[in-house]
């Protein structure tokens, strides 16, 4: 202030600023002043432009603090600003000259005590309610007895310790542990990826993909397991194909995965409990089965015989069918001899009248008698051919000289004439032969060529002179 502030000397006027040097002036002072500070209010107007920053309003009763949240910072904040959220926010004041008004950066912010974080944790259950992330009908069971049973929880804590041994006494199975920080800022995005990377196994493959996920965790306080209040938490395992069972905290303790989870268990043994059967349990009643199945199958045999034996008493004695049907055959075979001779008497009696009919002398005139019938037939259809055949020369005579007779060429003797152009196509009308350069006149007695009138002359001398036949036209 010295140097811009100087005493005016007696006589002479106060000193001028300009506005640029005031406000850094008052810039330098404030942000001296009040270079780390802590406010609580309640948020009040929120703005979330697209450059990334958040601009929002600190109040109270009677008084509003305009505040800002640099892009960095609000990527790393642990509490999102929320309207009507009461916090303590942590950072600097400055001012903004382009408004000559003061205002506070904002590094840190979380909720003023239990009750906004309660509140603001009834909201977002609302929130994500009215999305349906809650609804049962999207829940499904698990699995009686899982293969593969996959843990999201800190590998280093007792929770892990108290899940195997748990799952070794009820029923060994195989475990897959994937380590996250289950409190802090890292620990909801990490509780999200596991859930998410389970998910993302291939059935079949290298690693195999659990049968059913456990996210587990001790007790603690509100703020301790905040991190499974987070909406990117809630929102992978509302996600989750694979069948998820939620074990955050005490019985009394209740979280938002609680609620997309297929199923909360009140601690992470029960959540073990919940998983797998009891080996012991499961073998007494496999061994029960086991007995009443071969009781049953040994009951059903009995019955089975004892029918059996109620039909054979029906049932004539095998002896009696094998002797019935052997006198039969006996007596069969007594008549087979009888019969067979009797058969071939008969078929030699056949044979020979047969053979009576195919002697020589009797096959001589039979073939002879064919022979005079053969003759006699070729001499009638030679008979029958000569006179077809007189008969079509006949007519075939009488065609050709009906056709000769009704040819053109005795109508040219009667004095008429066939006109043809020079390609020889007959014409058969003046406006035909006007277009004719030259004709041919067929009489019956020869040809003779001749031009229409107006045709050169010389070339009709000089036909003249070599045929010596005249002109016609």
Partial sequence: MSDLIDDPKAGENAPEFSVSEISGVVKRMIEGEFSHVRIRGEIGRVSRPASGHIYLDLKDDRAVLAAVIWKG???????APEQGLEVVATGRLTTFPGQSRYQMVIEDIAPAGIGALMAMLEKRRKTLQAEGLFDPARKVDIPYLPTVIGVVTSPSGAVIRD???????????????????????KSAGEVAAAIA?????????VIPRPD???????GGSVEDLWSFNEEIVVRAAAASSIPLISAVGHETDTTLIDHAADVRAPTPSAAAELAV????????????????RLRALSQAIERRQQRLRDVARALPRPRDLIEAQGQRLDFVASRLTTSLGRSVQKRRLDLSEKAAGLRPQVLARLVQQRSIDITALAARL???????ISTRWQKLGALDRLHQTLGYKETLKRGYTVVRDSAGLVLDSRSAAADAQAFDLEFHDGNLAAVPVGATRTRTARRKSTDDQ????
């Fill in 382 to 388: 030679s008979l029958v051919a000569k006179s077809t």
């Fill in 197 to 205: 990377g389970f998910n993302a196994l291939d059935p079949g493959g």
């Fill in 212 to 218: 059913v996920i456990i996210v587990a965790r001790g």
């Fill in 73 to 79: 910072v609000a990527a790393r904040l642990r509490t």
């Fill in 163 to 185: 899940i195997l041994h748990r799952l070794r006494d009820r029923f060994p199975s195989k475990v897959l542990i994937w380590p996250v920080a289950v409190q802090g800022e």
């Fill in 470 to 473: 005249g002109d016609l036209f």
């Fill in 277 to 292: 059967p009891v080996r012991a349990e499961l073998l007494v009643h496999l061994s029960g089965l086991e007995t009443r």
